[in-house]
């Protein structure tokens, strides 16, 4: 089964509401996870490094008050688009790294905002 | 910096015929590389990597890629392409599996014509 999931894996949302995306490491605790955004037919573009217990890194270019990252448990990252706009509608996808595993990624969230 | 260059962001083959998916990388660093398939609104899944070791890499669904350092290179190959190869491919690299994200290629899509 997947040990990296993520929920919703498709949501529609209204033009300024706020849309919250869970990723959870579900084997091991993982102290960092990433979140990622794939516009359509185009690559996957780092958004920020999810660190437990501390302030997300975030990419250059990436809005960190629209595109709030919390890691609060060694479990579970959570990005919360804020105020969504049809220009975030997107998939974004989860992952996380350990030594011994590598990288291993959730199945994506497709955003759609209407 | 880590970067990868996939060339042809679109391939087309035969059904049966060799698969050949393009990708060069620059890392400053000796560079862990991977090969990803993605189907329409699914995840990553991992299809091989290469971090030490052999430099012929095998994976799953019968793909493999070399990695030749003297031309910065990792291409993925199959002998012979399945109509449901017929997916996106993305190649990423990283300097090590420890807590850096990995940066990914554009991606080319592959087309299995019967």
């Known amino acids: 089964g997947a040990v990296v999931s993520q929920h919703p894996s498709r949501v529609i949302c209204k033009s300024g509401t706020s849309v919250k995306i869970e990723c959870r490491s579900l084997?091991?605790?993982?102290?960092?996870m990433f979140w990622y955004r794939q516009f359509p037919k185009k690559s996957l573009m780092l958004m920020a490094t999810s660190n437990e217990g501390s302030k997300a890194t975030y990419e250059q270019g990436v809005e960190k008050d629209k595109f709030l990252i919390n890691h609060a448990s060694l479990t579970l990252s959570t990005l919360t688009v804020t105020s969504a706009h049809p220009e975030d509608s997107s998939f974004y996808i989860c992952g996380r790294v350990e030594q011994s595993r590598g990288y291993t990624f959730g199945s994506g969230t497709r955003l759609t905002v209407v | 910096a880590q970067s990868v260059t996939q060339l042809g962001s679109h391939v087309s083959v035969s059904e049966g015929a060799l698969v050949l998916l393009r990708c060069n990388y620059s890392s400053s660093v000796p560079p862990y590389l991977f090969w990803y398939v993605q189907y329409p609104n699914q995840g990553l899944q991992l299809l091989l990597k290469y971090t030490t070791g052999a430099t012929l890499v095998k994976g799953i669904n019968g793909f493999e890629a070399e990695f030749k350092k003297s031309e910065t290179s990792f291409h993925l190959t199959k002998p012979s392409a399945h109509m449901s190869d017929a997916a996106e491919y993305f190649c990423a690299v990283s300097v090590n599996s420890g807590n850096t994200p990995l940066v990914f290629g554009k991606g080319t899509r592959l087309s299995v014509i019967a």
């Open positions: 084997d091991f605790q993982a102290t960092t």
